[in-house]
């Protein structure tokens, strides 16, 4: 949703144009599931890391299962294959280095508010103007979800 908002916002009245040029949706579409993909790999290494520090679960492993289901089901969907590999290689890599006791506090979304910046269809010049504001943008809306994750979870209690 937010790279619809920004895509919207930076074309103005013309927006309904460049949403019928088969290109400019391609790139969207590419641009879609890079940031989808990016968006998964930060929310689950948020939630597990919450989970762990906050409600003491200890199957961090799980994790790792829960994110290539999704992964896996949206491949189905109908993901692309470059976002799919990407997803998977910067997941793996990461995996092993997650301080699981802080990652959920400490910039835990900064990877894909990045993503968003970085695959927007927008030319670079423009891009580098608004960068602070679209990175500034993802987190907020980040912090919205953080917050409902939390309430949802403090019904539980330790798990």
Known sequence: MTLYGYLKTRMGAKHVIMFENKDFLNSINIAKWHIYAASLIDSTFFCFSFLYKEKKIEKIEDANKVFFEIL??????????????????????????????????????EYSCNELYNWSPIADELKKLDKKIVINSMFLKWNNVQNEFKRLTNKFGNI
């Open 72 to 109: 896996n089901t949206e491949k189905a969907n109908g993901m692309i294959s470059e976002a799919y590999e990407s997803a998977t290689k910067e997941f793996n890599t990461r995996y092993p280095k997650i301080d699981w006791s802080n990652y959920y506090s400490s910039k835990p979304f």
